[in-house]
């Protein structure tokens, strides 16, 4: 009987969950190239990651900066075209680490990290893309700004601290119909001219992508749950 690789089974699920994407996008009639697809490949090995990209996924997402730094610096060596991305809560003290590996930024969401990332920034003198994250369901226990917050959230990042904000996230109640919080995010990024939009996982890309998400962030269903 034929044995499948941990290897060829990434690259079977990219190859559904980017089937998928581009059904959604064709239902929404957006642009082929309208989303970015972010693997997610927290807690999994750097050779998942090199296994995704050998067959051509370039965008990854990593919630810790630690796990990040271990793990994505020897793999930008072959692949120099990989993008990272930070998609977990991100403390201050992190902040200046955080600077140095990622591409992108997606958990700004309140001042003292706005203040640790703009000195990290001037130090390290590079700038990784920055987005927003809202609490769109205003859950206590969850990370970023609150929704009556975030629009003088986003204005103090470009007026008093300097930030060039690029978009937005949201991670919606788990138990709730997601479509309200992305038609929502959606507004305020497009009142404020944001053009990422950062939104959509496993269980609701396809919904994200119809109300305009840019970037969906897939993990389970590329690397398979891990405990």
Same mark, same amino acid.
């Given at each position: %009987?034929?044995?499948?690789?941990?290897?060829?089974?990434?690259?079977?699920?990219?190859?559904?969950?980017?089937?998928r994407?581009?059904?959604?996008?064709?239902? !929404?009639n957006?642009?082929?190239?309208?989303?970015t *697809?972010?693997?997610?490949?927290? +807690?999994?090995?750097?050779?998942?990651? !090199?296994?995704?990209?050998?067959?051509?996924?370039?965008? =990854?997402g990593?919630?810790?900066? $630690?796990?990040?730094?271990? /793990? @994505?610096?020897? #793999?930008?060596?072959?692949?120099?075209?990989?993008? *990272?991305?930070l998609?977990?809560?991100? $403390? +201050?003290? /992190?902040?200046?680490?955080?600077?140095?590996?990622?591409?992108?930024?997606?958990?700004?969401?309140?001042? /003292?990290?706005?203040?640790?990332?703009?000195? !990290?920034?001037?130090?390290?003198?590079r +700038?990784?893309?920055? #987005?927003?994250?809202?609490?769109?369901?205003?859950e206590p226990q /969850?990370?970023g700004?609150?929704?009556a917050?975030a629009?003088? @959230?986003?204005?103090?990042?470009r007026?008093?601290?300097? #930030?060039?904000? $690029?978009?937005?996230?949201?991670?919606?109640?788990?138990?709730?119909?997601?479509?309200?919080? @992305?038609l929502? *995010?959606?507004?305020?990024?497009?009142?404020?001219? *944001?053009?990422?939009?950062? %939104?959509?996982?496993?269980?609701? @890309?396809?919904a994200?992508?119809?109300?305009?998400?840019t970037?969906?962030?897939?993990?389970?269903?590329? =690397?398979?749950?891990?405990?």
């Amino acid at each position: %009987m034929e044995r499948h690789s941990p290897s060829s089974g990434i690259a079977a699920n990219l190859a559904r969950i980017k089937a998928r994407i581009a059904e959604a996008v064709a239902r !929404a009639n957006r642009p082929p190239d309208a989303v970015t *697809l972010v693997a997610v490949s927290k +807690t999994n090995p750097a050779e998942a990651v !090199a296994a995704a990209l050998a067959v051509g996924q370039m965008v =990854f997402g990593e919630n810790r900066v $630690q796990e990040a730094a271990g /793990k @994505f610096p020897g #793999l930008r060596a072959d692949w120099p075209a990989l993008r *990272l991305h930070l998609i977990g809560g991100l $403390q +201050t003290n /992190k902040a200046r680490d955080a600077v140095r590996v990622a591409d992108v930024i997606e958990s700004l969401d309140r001042p /003292k990290l706005a203040v640790a990332i703009a000195e !990290a920034i001037a130090r390290e003198g590079r +700038t990784p893309a920055l #987005l927003v994250q809202v609490n769109t369901g205003d859950e206590p226990q /969850k990370a970023g700004v609150p929704q009556a917050e975030a629009e003088d @959230f986003l204005r103090a990042c470009r007026d008093d601290w300097g #930030l060039a904000v $690029q978009g937005l996230m949201c991670i919606p109640p788990a138990e709730a119909d997601p479509r309200p919080h @992305f038609l929502y *995010l959606a507004e305020l990024a497009a009142r404020h001219a *944001l053009p990422v939009l950062s %939104m959509g996982m496993s269980a609701d @890309f396809e919904a994200a992508i119809g109300c305009g998400a840019t970037h969906v962030r897939v993990g389970s269903a590329i =690397f398979g749950a891990r405990g």
